[in-house]
């Protein structure tokens, strides 16, 4: 029989990010971006999978259904105070578990490395602002950080939708509604919560995922309306982004799109997370403030990439800071190696990151 608390407990001990629970091999703990095994399981059995699965359900027959009906189910659970992210899916028809443990305590604003840019973007009245990234970039949490950083510092109504709830807040200088989005959830869809928010009195409302056009409409409506939305996207730079969020569209219908977008936008956070040379997960930023000259780019008949990576490389000034700047300004400060450097870039920016690295110590150099 499987101690399902004894695994829990023991990733909570070794400070694991994630879980993960699959028939047929012990269980993984995600530490510091390794998987490795727990020192306190045996291998998993089926058996132990259905104990594993009646341990989350605890007979809500609602989820029960949406598991069996779509063979998936994200949701949120509470175990010793720690709470955590919960996906269930399946494999050979087996049940599988990938957990992920959410801290109470939301790290500080200023020790997650988020440019300070992005903190004086949030005071804006309204428009849209984007946290983008892969998988396990730490998207979340950056996200959280700023909506406590409002709550702390303005007074605002915000409301957020997620899937599920991760860090509950509480109301200080703001209020904070939070919804969870879901069959048998506060909200249906992303994008229903977001159009009923028209109707809430809410000054700043946050998209836990834009995953499709319906949303992404939903959100530049809000955003026109005179509210400040901030949302999360799947992609990997700033360039990406943009472009993802254009292809949404209908080719017929980009060109509206770009030119709302152009006026819209305000600032994308691309982001991501590296081991560093201290073994601890180190914040690598990309930032495009949509300035004039970003703005037209964005409402050119084709969206160039390498135009928008050369117009964030050559503002820097307005904000902008661009991953090879970050790369280089990370390995100057010895949080990074330069082979950690190079392999977030294509080979074709080698060259300018050592040139850019170069430029950063000379700096260095002259202010001692």
Same mark, same amino acid.
Request: hydrophobic share 40%; charged share 30%; with cysteine.
């Given at each position: ?94 049940? @599988? ?5 959410? %801290? &109470?305590? #939301?790290?500080?604003?200023? +020790?997650?490395? $988020?440019?300070?840019? *992005? !903190? ?67 909200? @249906? ?5 977001? %159009? &009923?928010? #028209?109707?809430?009195?809410? +000054?700043?409302? $946050?998209?836990?995922? *834009? !995953? ?85 780019? $964005? ?70």
């Amino acid at each position: 029989m499987v101690n399902i608390d004894k695994i829990l407990e023991e990733a909570i001990e070794r400070d694991a990010s994630d879980v993960h629970l699959i028939c047929g091999m012990k269980p993984m703990l995600r530490i510091i971006r390794e998987l490795v095994e727990s020192k306190n399981a045996d291998v998993l059995t089926e058996e132990d999978m259905s104990e594993i699965y009646d341990y989350f359900i605890r007979g809500n027959i609602d989820k029960d259904n949406l598991y069996n009906k779509t063979k998936k189910l994200d949701m949120s659970f509470e175990f010793e105070n720690m709470r955590l992210r919960v996906n269930i899916s399946s494999s050979n028809d087996i049940p @599988l578990f990938t957990l992920r443990l959410i %801290k &109470n305590d #939301l790290p500080k604003y200023e +020790d997650l490395g $988020i440019p300070d840019v *992005i !903190r004086n973007t949030v005071n804006l009245p309204q428009g849209l602002i984007l946290v983008t990234g892969k998988t396990n970039s730490g998207k979340t949490t950056t996200l959280n950080a700023l909506i406590n950083e409002i709550n702390e510092n303005s007074n605002k109504k915000i409301l957020t939708l997620e899937n599920p709830i991760e860090y509950r807040h509480t109301s200080k200088k703001s209020v904070i509604v939070q919804k969870e989005v879901g069959l048998g959830r506060d909200s @249906l869809s992303f994008s229903d919560g977001v %159009k &009923n928010s #028209l109707r809430e009195d809410c +000054d700043i409302v $946050i998209i836990g995922e *834009i !995953r499709d056009r319906e949303t992404m409409d939903a959100a530049i409506e809000t955003a026109e309306s005179g509210h400040l939305v901030i949302g999360t996207l799947h992609t990997k730079s700033c360039a990406e982004t943009l472009d993802r969020m254009i292809n949404f569209y209908d080719i017929k219908d980009q060109s509206s799109v770009k030119y709302l977008l152009s006026s819209l936008l305000k600032l994308v956070l691309s982001q991501r997370l590296i081991k560093g040379t201290n073994g601890k997960l180190v914040l690598i930023p990309e930032v495009m403030v949509v300035d004039n000259i970003i703005s037209g780019l $964005i409402r050119k008949e084709k969206l160039g990439v390498s135009e928008i990576e050369d117009a964030i490389q050559s503002g820097s000034e307005k904000g902008n800071i661009s991953l090879i700047n970050s790369l280089a300004s990370l390995f100057v400060e010895d949080k990074i190696s330069l082979d950690q450097a190079k392999s977030q870039i294509e080979e074709k920016n080698i060259e300018i990151l050592n040139r850019t690295i170069m430029q950063l110590k000379i700096k260095k150099d002259k202010l001692i």
